[in-house]
T-cell receptor
Framework: KNEVEQSPQNLTAQEGEFITINCSYS?????LHWLQQHPGGGIVSLFM???GKKKHGRLIATINIQEKHSSLHITASHPRDSAVYIC???????????FGEGTQLTVNP | SQTIHQWPATLVQPVGSPLSLECTVE??????LYWYRQAAGRGLQLLFY??????ISSEVPQNLSASRPQDRQFILSSKKLLLSDSGFYLC?????????????FGNGTRLTVT
């Protein structure tokens, strides 16, 4: 079992839909990162959180430390949101991040 | 503002040839630096990280090596490439430990070993 599991692996939505991507992890963590990888390969850091909830524009990230679970929500989705979304966790020691395998999101117009 | 430069963007190399990928960061000092590899359809794998000049930690034993000759320069090398070295290589930096600061990625190098 991977330390970081993302679901779904693939997600197709219509423009305007509310989207949720889930991330579950099995180890104690000090931080969780959500990343966005565009079709060309470039990766952008969306959020880094260790508790609660963060919001940036149409993106919302939440984390429940007790349940070892995080969600990334996209409101009013748009075709430009199409990308791979990656969850990564940092354990309680060391500099290493453990990555999920990503969720491929496609938003159709 | 801080920027990260990684080159080349694409590279096709024959098996057995050497490799040198370079990454530089501007606008910050003493960053933590990372080399990741992403094989086709797979997640990111940490190859090396560095917390300072000359300090390199290797996560995965293989025929690759990394060096940090200057504070904001990180180089990934190989003396003899293997077919299995093909993949997408990403350099990244963070201001300090990944508990306190986000990760910033370069645009990546797509390496094909033929």
């Amino acid at each position: 079992k991977n330390e970081v599991e993302q679901s779904p692996q693939n997600l197709t939505a219509q423009e305007g839909e509310f989207i949720t991507i889930n991330c579950s992890y099995s180890v104690g963590i000090s931080a969780l990162h959500w990343l966005q990888q565009h079709p060309g390969g470039g990766i952008v850091s969306l959020f880094m959180l260790s508790s609660g909830k963060k919001k940036h524009g149409r993106l919302i990230a939440t984390i429940n430390i007790q349940e070892k679970h995080s969600s990334l929500h996209i409101t009013a989705s748009h075709p430009r949101d199409s990308a791979v979304y990656i969850c990564a966790v940092r354990g309680t020691s060391g500099s290493r991040l453990t990555f999920g395998e990503g969720t491929q999101l496609t938003v159709n117009p | 503002s801080q920027t990260i430069h990684q080159w080349p963007a694409t590279l096709v190399q024959p098996v057995g040839s050497p490799l040198s990928l370079e990454c530089t960061v501007e606008g910050t000092s003493n960053p933590n630096l990372y080399w990741y590899r992403q094989a086709a359809g797979r997640g990111l794998q940490l190859l090396f990280y560095s917390v300072g000049i000359g300090q390199i930690s290797s996560e995965v034993p293989q025929n690759l090596s990394a060096s940090r000759p200057q504070d904001r320069q990180f180089i990934l090398s190989s003396k003899k490439l293997l077919l299995s070295d093909s993949g997408f290589y990403l350099c990244a930096w963070s201001a300090d430990s990944l508990y306190n600061s986000p990760l910033h990625f370069g645009n990546g190098t797509r390496l094909t070993v033929t």
